[in-house]
């Protein structure tokens, strides 16, 4: 455990380098798109650098962020329009935010001076971090919502696999030779013991194997079939241990509430 506990450590701290590399990379290739002038000094150089690096770390990590949280909150199976629209308006709203917050600060630090005199310019200033957010947003939509559809297909694989195994160890559970054959004895005694029993046992047992052979293709059935099924079936176990067992079935089932047959 301590070695495979240690090995996800390993590569989650490797997978989280490549990712700050592959964000490096990208922000020095966006410097002559982001930032205007000559770069005449190594320490201006090293400047911008870390500006054009932080506006997309920033902009990475908040976008990831939104995205994470939008997926766990607006279904995109369900409202896959709203899904889209507020996650467009969200990743642009932050990236032009964050790039304002960026550059104040970056100004402050490295030139003791405010970047903007009107909301104005700071705004006109972040137009090209709202180009690449509409990019970034489009991208993040379109892998969001083929992501959460797949997803959405493989649930549903998964269900009818269960619902047949279900369906295949009830049958198998229900129609068992032993159960038909504890039943079959039962029924020998009655017709000696007490006839009317013994004919009210049949029409219990006919109508349980009935039910079973007619649901046996369906993936739901109406609760108060179900019902009626649990009714037989305890017919016929309480009529065999007679006061040795004792089942209650207190609930009414309203006309469309379905679940899994037996």
Same mark, same amino acid.
């Given at each position: 455990?301590?070695?495979?506990?240690?090995?996800?450590?390993?590569?989650?701290?490797?997978? $989280?380098?490549?990712? %700050?590399? #592959?964000? @490096?990379? +990208? =922000?020095?290739?966006?410097?002559?798109?982001? /930032?205007?002038?000559?770069?005449?000094?190594?320490?201006?150089?090293?400047?911008?650098?870390?500006?054009?690096?932080?506006?997309?770390?920033?902009?990475?990590?908040?976008?990831?962020?939104?995205?994470?949280?939008?997926?766990?909150?607006?279904?995109?199976?369900?409202?896959?329009?709203?899904?889209?629209?507020?996650?467009?308006?969200?990743?642009?709203?932050?990236?032009?935010?964050?790039?304002?917050?960026?550059?104040?600060?970056?100004?402050?630090?490295?030139?003791?001076?405010?970047?903007?005199?009107?909301?104005?310019?700071?705004?006109?200033? $972040?137009?090209?971090? %709202?180009? #690449?957010? @509409?990019? +970034? =947003?489009?991208?993040?939509?379109?892998?969001? /919502?083929?992501?959460?559809?797949?997803?959405?297909?493989?649930?549903?694989?998964?269900?009818?696999?269960?619902?047949?195994?279900?369906?295949?160890?009830?049958?198998?559970?229900?129609?068992?030779?032993?159960?038909?054959?504890?039943?079959?004895?039962?029924?020998?005694?009655?017709?000696?013991?007490?006839?009317?029993?013994?004919?009210?046992?049949?029409?219990?047992?006919?109508?349980?194997?009935?039910?079973?052979?007619?649901?046996?293709?369906?993936?739901?059935?109406?609760?108060?079939?179900?019902?009626?099924?649990?009714?037989?079936?305890?017919?016929?176990?309480?009529?065999?241990?007679?006061?040795?067992?004792?089942?209650?079935?207190?609930?009414?089932?309203?006309?469309?509430?379905?679940?899994?047959?037996?």
């Amino acid at each position: 455990m301590k070695y495979s506990l240690t090995h996800l450590r390993s590569a989650s701290g490797r997978k $989280s380098l490549r990712n %700050i590399l #592959i964000i @490096f990379l +990208i =922000s020095i290739a966006f410097i002559p798109f982001t /930032f205007n002038g000559t770069y005449d000094s190594l320490g201006k150089v090293a400047i911008v650098v870390l500006w054009s690096f932080v506006i997309f770390v920033t902009q990475f990590l908040g976008h990831g962020l939104i995205i994470e949280k939008l997926d766990k909150t607006i279904s995109w199976v369900k409202r896959p329009v709203f899904r889209a629209v507020v996650g467009i308006v969200c990743i642009v709203v932050y990236a032009s935010v964050a790039f304002i917050a960026v550059d104040i600060l970056m100004n402050l630090i490295f030139f003791q001076s405010m970047p903007y005199k009107s909301v104005m310019q700071a705004l006109d200033s $972040s137009r090209y971090a %709202i180009g #690449i957010a @509409f990019v +970034i =947003s489009f991208v993040l939509t379109s892998v969001g /919502f083929f992501q959460a559809w797949k997803n959405s297909e493989v649930a549903k694989e998964q269900l009818k696999t269960q619902i047949v195994t279900h369906k295949y160890n009830a049958l198998r559970d229900q129609i068992n030779p032993h159960f038909l054959f504890n039943s079959l004895n039962v029924l020998s005694d009655l017709v000696y013991e007490d006839q009317d029993l013994a004919v009210k046992f049949i029409r219990q047992m006919s109508d349980l194997y009935r039910y079973v052979l007619m649901v046996r293709n369906e993936d739901s059935i109406a609760l108060v079939q179900e019902k009626e099924f649990a009714e037989s079936f305890s017919f016929l176990l309480k009529t065999r241990f007679e006061k040795g067992l004792d089942i209650e079935i207190d609930f009414q089932p309203k006309p469309n509430e379905h679940i899994v047959p037996m």
